[in-house]
């Protein structure tokens, strides 16, 4: 049989990046959960009206879903995103109608586009939701929180918040019908994929990569205009609580995000070091969806981390430190070295259960398995060899230290090893 591969874009995890993923999700989820944040889990498979009911124009339903019919007809699709989901979670367990949750979820989402750097077609993403609280404490409680995970991973500096008011709908609505007008005068100047984002969904073309389209924008009308005095009052409480909590921003009058469900607030966190892909984070208001996915008119608000893009800009300000939980290495030099290293083992993790030992069952040379031990990160190797077996013992080895090989019996072992847990 012929050699099976991934199917494209979508990538393993081997386990030295599965310890660097479970590294920066541990510290997301800790933060989020040290702010009252619970988390919430729902399938990756969706009816696919959940997605295409409330974004008909959205790149992501238009060209991207992975959308199939199972076996009784009905159209399904796997999550291009998660918030829908969420939303959709939120009704069906009835949380919105006695609470005003606080939620946090994690997990793979699936869009077919061209691979890149920071982006395949399974990706993961990190994400909040708040439900039921309409006002600007906590849009800022949130941008709060994610700028702390900058602080907490060390890249705070090569960060930067940009931010944007959308408006209610009635301000989207108007400006969009002036956008398009403004475009439509410059159809021989633009672009087709300019072209057909002016037909699906103009807001689209405002965070456009191209600096021609950029400099035509120059000339367009801005969102700022159009939206209402409570809007603009709601944004400027908002922008006066980032200034008084010293979180530096930049108002982006162009930023948009890519679904067509948000109003209010938008946000993204950028960096300069990953190229064009430089949103790590995004998020906004989205008051109307819940409504438009059939429950009762409820304000929401929230965000998404890519976790590749992340990881990616840890490792490019080498901000990844493995997490080594392994603090006992058993290096076995026989089968019945191997049985004696299990019984142990177990007494150990049963004395001390925040350990973490993995025992060498390959049976290679001394010299080998020494190599292995000091490679795994553990902190100590302990050694059964025939001698131990003879003498009924258990040599003792500081990995971490320049210090002598120590041999015990199991009582001395265990104070040995009570001093370093």
């Not at 035509?216 to 944004?235: G, R």
């Not at 400027?236 to 009058?253: F, G």
């Amino acid at each position: 049989m012929p050699k099976i591969q991934t199917l494209r874009g979508m990538n393993d995890i081997g386990p030295t990046e599965a310890k660097e993923w479970f590294q920066v999700e541990l510290t997301l989820k800790s933060i989020l959960e040290s702010y009252g944040y619970e988390e919430i889990r729902f399938p990756i498979v969706e009816k696919t009206e959940l997605f295409t009911r409330s974004n008909e124009a959205a790149d992501i339903v238009t060209k991207e879903m992975y959308t199939f019919e199972d076996k009784s007809g009905e159209s399904i699709s796997l999550r291009p995103e998660g918030t829908a989901g969420c939303v959709r979670a939120a009704i069906d367990n009835d949380l919105l109608r006695t609470d005003k949750p606080r939620l946090w979820y994690s997990g793979p989402m699936f869009r077919y586009e061209r691979p890149q750097k920071g982006r395949s077609r399974q990706f993961h993403q990190f994400s909040a939701e708040v439900f039921g609280l309409n006002t600007p404490a906590v849009d800022v409680e949130l941008i709060t929180a994610s700028a702390s995970f900058w602080k907490a991973f060390g890249i705070y500096e090569d960060v930067t918040l940009e931010i944007n008011n959308l408006g209610d709908d009635r301000a989207r609505s108007n400006y969009v019908k002036e956008l398009v007008d403004f475009l439509n005068g410059k159809l021989d100047d633009v672009d087709d994929d300019t072209k057909r984002k002016l037909k699906e969904n103009p807001l689209r073309i405002l965070d456009s990569k191209s600096k021609k389209i950029q400099e035509i924008l120059n000339e367009a009308p801005i969102i700022e205009d159009f939206v209402t005095q409570s809007s603009k009052d709601y944004h400027n409480e908002l922008l006066s609580m980032l200034d008084e909590l010293n979180i530096a921003y930049e108002v982006n009058s162009k930023l948009v995000r890519g679904l067509d469900y948000y109003n209010q607030t938008v946000f993204e966190w950028k960096t300069g070091l990953l190229g064009s892909q430089d949103t790590i984070l995004g998020g906004g208001r989205y008051d109307n969806l819940v409504e438009e996915l059939g429950g009762k008119s409820c304000p929401a608000v929230g965000f998404s981390i890519g976790l590749e893009r992340l990881i990616l800009l840890l490792k490019e300000k080498d901000r990844i430190n493995l997490l080594n939980k392994l603090d006992i290495y058993f290096i076995c030099l026989c089968e019945k070295s191997a049985r004696k290293a299990i019984i142990i083992g177990e007494q150990l993790r049963n004395k001390f259960p925040s350990l973490s030992i993995k025992i060498n069952l390959g049976f290679e040379s001394a010299n080998t398995q020494f190599k292995k031990a000091d490679k795994s990160g553990a902190k100590i190797a302990l050694i059964i060899g025939d001698e131990e077996l003879e003498n009924n013992a258990i040599s003792f080895k500081n990995l971490r230290e320049n210090s002598q090989q120590e041999s015990f019996d199991l009582n001395g072992l265990f104070k040995k090893i009570g001093q370093f847990s």
